[in-house]
């Protein structure tokens, strides 16, 4: 069996994974998951058009949103998984069908008849031609280039859209205009007739609905658990047996800290989770310890010591070396062959982690990895708190610039680019960080200035739009028009599809001149790059020296 999936960073050759993902998705996999993405698009199809009819479907929001979610790189591994999905997505796409098919003979006074795409029309009940209808179906279906270049570009910017509004949905909110983006936008990659320029008009539209979506998600994290204060976290270890969780689920951190409190057990984050230490309402729980480790690809060797069980709520998991997989447990949409899934929660009730905090009994306390504090805490309200420490350090030329190094971490060793860019920033330079990316340089002494540090970490990567927030408000108080009339440069990490999203929404708010590293995406054709560098100037990162002088330079 053969597959293509380019949609990350770490793609095969910076081209593409045609046998086995570089992530350790399976051709399996690959395959089912595309087909999945063309039974949403059927779905929309239907979706776009029962619209028109006033026809509102519950269950297609919340389907699409979860689906597309478990599409993002390392995330689920597990065939079985997505056939189910794709069993599912058959119900959904004939309930909305049947809906359709009588609103519009109620309405014409005649059976519905317009041809459909194969999209609303191909079934099997065999999985097996799943699995080769898949192959047939993917991205290399499309001929075009840059009709297959915007298309995924702004498929990835759903996937990633669709992650925090689950995120948002998990913590009891919706949003359904968001949800009518979603199946408007995937049928729109259906029609044939679509030009470029209206592809080009929609992924602009999937910023601005980036943008939304993380204020929606902003909102519930900070409804829920407070406003993020400055923070000094623990980055050393106890000596009790400790759970770990990673991944971007604060819903599923909260009911660990509960069914944890006062058996011994401590509980850690690790990667996307280490924000939370930095919320008002984490802050209670005596057993919650810190952050342990770095970014999610080095997992293996951190899993390996931690000792104890570690829960994944989200991605990124590597698939586990047999030496601990039998410590790592899934929930939500993450999931492996072979590692143990905790259900979702039922109506009213918490997950229930009980067998987790189990297996934690039986384990030995963490090995130390290193210890001291990193500081953490610096979203929107809190920046905005010393604002005017930050506006006298610009006034009296003490900060010069800000740079953006948002986004995500990754293997490549290119990537050490950002912790040298980092260390040789000059001393009146202050970097604001989000998501996995900060790793390359959280731990960095970098010292501060006049009390503010020089690394402000805003928090998980969809905190990317408190980074924005901050910049709207230094604009409102420095007079500026425009963010781009602040000394602030963008230096973006990109890996998977929640990153594409922050920086469709990063454009959608006017950043302009944003660097994007370590390398291009794949998915991008040379025309849309066109297309981007000059309405935006978007570039590619180049060596630390030049890139030092550039951004020092405002260019
Ligand atoms: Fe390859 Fe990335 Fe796709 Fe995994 S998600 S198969 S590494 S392109
Ligand atoms: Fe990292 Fe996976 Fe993107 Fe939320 S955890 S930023 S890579």
Known sequence: ??????????????????????????????????????????????????????????????????????????VSFVPEDFEARIREAFEVREDIKKQLFEAYKAEKGRDYNKELPDECTWYSDDTSDFR???????????????????????????KGIAAYVEHVYVLGEKNDEIFAFLTEALAATVDPDKTVDELIALVMRCGEVAVQAMALLDKANTGHYGHPEITEVNIGVRK???????????????????????????????????????????????????????????????????????????????????SYKARVYTTGLVAFPGCIHIEDRKPGEQKDFSVIIEHARRCKAPEELENGTISGGFAHEAVMGVADKIVEAVKKGKISRFVVMAG??????????????????????????????????????????DGIPRVLDAGQCNDSYSLVVIARKLAEVFGADDINELPISYDIAWYEQKAVAVLLALLYLGAKGIRLGPTLPAFISPNVLKVLVEKFDIKPIGTVEEDLKAIMAGE
């Open 132 to 158: 080769v209808k898949g192959a047939s179906t993917g991205i290399l279906s499309i001929e075009d280039e840059d009709i297959r270049s915007l298309k995924e570009l702004l498929t990835y910017g759903l």
């Open 240 to 322: 009790n047996p400790g759970i770990l969780i990673s991944g971007h689920d604060l819903r599923d951190l909260e009911e660990l800290l509960e069914q944890t409190r006062g058996t011994g057990i401590d509980v850690y984050t690790h990667g996307e989770m280490l924000p939370a230490n930095s919320y008002p309402f984490f802050k209670k729980y005596d057993h919650f310890v810190g952050n342990y480790g770095n970014a999610w690809w080095q997992q293996k060797e951190e899993f390996e010591k931690f000792n104890g069980p570690i829960l994944m709520t989200t991605n990124c998991l590597v698939p586990p070396e047999e």
């Open 408 to 449: 995500c971490d990754g293997r490549h060793k290119e990537r050490e680019y950002y912790t040298k860019l980092a260390r040789e920033l000059p001393e009146d330079a202050v970097i604001l960080t989000a998501g996995c990316a900060k790793y390359r340089y959280n731990k960095l002494d970098l010292g501060d200035i």
């Open 1 to 74: 069996m053969s597959m293509f999936c380019f949609q990350c960073q770490e793609t095969a050759k910076g081209k593409g994974c045609a046998v086995r993902g570089v992530c350790g998705k399976t051709d399996e996999v690959a395959n089912l998951q595309d087909l999945l993405i063309y039974i949403l698009k059927g779905i929309s199809v239907y979706a776009g058009e029962a619209k028109e009819f006033g026809i509102q479907n519950e269950r297609i929001g919340s389907f699409i949103t979860k689906s597309l979610f478990s599409t993002i790189t390392n």
